[in-house]
Antibody, heavy 118, light 108 residues
Framework: QVQLQESGPGLVKPSQTLSLTCTVS??????????WSWIRQHPGKGLEWIGY???????YYNPSLKSRVTISVDTSKNQFSLKLSSVTAADTAVYYC??????????WGRGTLVTVSS | DIQMTQSPSSLSASVGDRVTITCQAS??????LNWYQQKPGKAPKLLIY???NLETGVPSRFSGSGSGTDFTFTISSLQPEDIATYYC??????????FGQGTKLEIK
């Protein structure tokens, strides 16, 4: 059974780059037809889709974050990663990696809280 | 951008009640609408996809309906374990995904 696990620093300083990794276990990230996404949830708030990477390497980002987001994949490690630059306190959130066929997310990681603070 | 408006934002009901949550899209999204359940401290879980299809393993008391701009999510008989926040999510204008603001369901 495929599982996702986020990892990365829980505390990031303002203006720095937030970096998270999602490790895929029980399956191959190179499997066709799946979109590997990052989604975040501000404390006590709703869900915001950040972007995805397709197994082929193509990416798409939420236009509201596009200028600061990079999602990449490392097939040798079965991981995909998120980088969010120039962070502010407004980027404090629980960050989830998720997966699914086009249109929906049927597999989620547990999420990781990232706090932006000096 | 397509906006998704859920109502109510919170709801209190008794065990055994029929519960209905609505989601309205700002434009026609056909049936490109999913529903998720999120329990406190947990990741969301897909319950309904393509407006009315029950995800494998999800109890049959959950259902969804609608198309175009108006969608409904129903729990036919509320159970204590259904306490959660429910979100709709559209995918009509791929590759962009948008969630509703959520409906927090509590037991009365």
């Amino acid at each position: 059974q495929v599982q996702l696990q986020e990892s990365g620093p829980g505390l990031v300083k303002p203006s720095q780059t937030l970096s998270l990794t999602c490790t895929v276990s029980g399956g191959s990230i190179s499997s066709g037809g799946y979109y590997w996404s990052w989604i975040r949830q501000h404390p006590g708030k709703g869900l915001e889709w950040i972007g995805y990477i397709y197994y082929s390497g193509s990416t798409y980002y939420n236009p509201s974050l596009k200028s600061r987001v990079t999602i990449s994949v490392d097939t040798s490690k079965n991981q995909f990663s998120l980088k969010l630059s120039s962070v502010t306190a407004a980027d404090t959130a629980v960050y989830y990696c998720a997966n699914g066929a086009q249109g929906y997310f049927d597999l989620w990681g547990r999420g990781t809280l990232v706090t932006v603070s000096s | 951008d397509i906006q998704m408006t859920q109502s109510p934002s919170s709801l209190s009901a008794s065990v055994g009640d029929r519960v209905t949550i609505t989601c309205q899209a700002s434009q026609d999204i056909s049936n490109y609408l999913n529903w998720y359940q999120q329990k406190p401290g947990k990741a969301p879980k897909l319950l309904i996809y393509d407006a009315s299809n029950l995800e494998t393993g999800v109890p049959s008391r959950f259902s969804g309906s609608g198309s175009g701009t108006d969608f409904t999510f129903t729990i036919s008989s509320l159970q204590p374990e259904d306490i959660a926040t429910y979100y709709c999510q559209q995918y009509d204008n791929l590759p962009m995904y948008t969630f509703g603001q959520g409906t927090k369901l509590e037991i009365k």
